[in-house]
């Protein structure tokens, strides 16, 4: 089990590399097309990977208040 210091530090990497992915696909959208929603598609998977993770922070931190 991680302790909620190292969900909070997972959740805020996969929200920095959420916003690298979907940073660099918008400025693929115009030249490469494909390459764009590659990247937006993998945001959108660390997106939901990242609420997830803050689902599981939150109930932990609750259950220990």
């Known amino acids: 089990m991680k302790t909620l210091e190292d ?5 805020k990497e996969l929200a920095k590399e959420t916003v690298a992915l979907q940073t660099e696909g918008v400025a693929l959208l ?14 959108h998977e660390t997106s939901k990977r990242c609420g997830v993770l803050l689902q599981e922070f939150n109930r932990r931190r609750k259950r220990e208040e």
């Not at 097309?33 to 945001?43: G, N, P, V, W, Y």
């Open 7 to 11: 969900l909070k530090t997972r959740i």
């Open 30 to 43: 115009k030249t490469d097309f494909e390459k764009s929603r590659e990247l937006t598609r993998k945001a």
